[in-house]
């Protein structure tokens, strides 16, 4: 079995939805993509957990509906730590990867949960906070995503924003991120903005949940430009089983099957472009409307068996389930 990094999964923001309507689900065997025994099934080694937080939806206060959420994983997580443990270091990880102790590692998806104050980006490293997504969907205080353009009939599409680079506000986070060293997370942010982060920064981030846009050409997928100087500086991007962003031609409702073979197509395709330096994972699971073909996060097996069957060298299938994501995290944590 070979022990897998998930660079991002919405499990945490579910359980804390769940818990405010009366319900009990646990971290350990709840009906979400991602419990604790399916982690152990399917070989986890370290899970990134974010702190999802919806600014249309979140309340006058995004901080403080990701401090709730961020309660919601420290309770989970103590309550089952004799399974899995904490990480805010590279030193634990390493710990916990040694003795077969799986790690949680807290990260936050949505940069506007600090409104634009420096002081609640060092609280939330104080936190444990270990890796931020700039944006979301959303403009703030920081930058934009790429544009959502609503069509007559409700329909959505989105156009690449390369206008609107980082804010003053978003160029010093980066640069106070990168001091602190909590990694940056590009996913979600616009074209410009990606740009920005390698302008003003040195050290290696992350595109945490990002696939190729040569072959889905859709506006969250990283251009080959994006990839390759991506894997110059040393960053990782995780493959994301949102079927928008793996199929060849994004659209329809969403809810169709994420399938093995299209997410291969991405592996490859990053690999030509880039190396295989560049590739890590980042499902999205419980943040996706699709299912994947291998179910849930028990079913990584059959992902690293389908790679072999394509070829990959054990050692590249190594590199891509946790060894890309513990160099970055071993430079930056």
Not at 298 to 312: I, K, N, P, V, Y
């Amino acid at each position: 079995m070979i022990r897998f990094i998930d660079m991002h999964c919405d499990t945490i923001s579910e359980l804390y939805q769940d818990h405010a309507k009366g319900g009990e689900a646990s971290i350990r065997d709840c009906a979400l993509s991602v419990n604790l025994d399916k982690l152990e099934m399917g070989g986890c080694g370290l899970q990134n957990f974010a702190l999802f937080t919806h600014l249309k939806t979140a309340g006058d206060s995004p901080f403080l509906y990701c401090l709730k959420l961020a309660d919601t994983f420290f309770t989970e997580m103590r309550a089952n730590q004799e399974r899995i443990g904490i990480v805010k270091s590279w030193e634990e990880i390493k710990k916990n990867w040694d003795t077969g102790r799986m790690s949680a590692l807290l990260t936050v998806e949505e940069g506007g949960v600090c409104q634009g104050e420096g002081a609640y980006l060092r609280i939330l490293y104080e936190l444990g906070v270990r890796m931020m997504t700039l944006t979301w969907n959303f403009q703030n205080e920081l930058g934009w995503p790429n544009r959502r353009v609503e069509e007559a009939g409700g329909q959505v599409h989105y156009e690449t924003d390369e206008e609107h680079g980082l804010t003053e506000t978003g160029i010093a986070f980066v640069e106070a991120m990168e001091e602190m060293g909590m990694i940056i997370d590009i996913a979600h942010l616009n074209d410009a903005g990606i740009w920005d982060v390698f302008r003003h920064t040195r050290k290696p981030f992350v595109a945490s949940h990002s696939n190729c846009r040569a072959l889905t050409p859709h506006p969250r997928n990283l251009t080959d430009a994006m990839i390759r100087e991506l894997a110059e500086r040393g960053g990782v991007a995780g493959m994301n089983f949102n079927k928008a962003f793996v199929m060849r031609q994004p659209g329809g409702n969403g809810e169709e099957m994420a399938y093995i073979s299209e997410i291969l197509a991405h592996i490859r395709h990053m690999k030509q472009v880039g190396g295989i330096g560049v590739i890590g994972l980042g499902s999205d699971f419980d943040g996706i409307p699709n299912p994947v073909e291998f179910g849930d996060a028990s079913g990584m097996q059959l992902l690293a068996e389908a790679m072999e069957r394509d070829g990959f060298r054990t050692g590249e299938i190594e590199a891509v389930f946790y060894g890309n994501v513990m160099r970055v995290y071993q430079e930056i944590l």
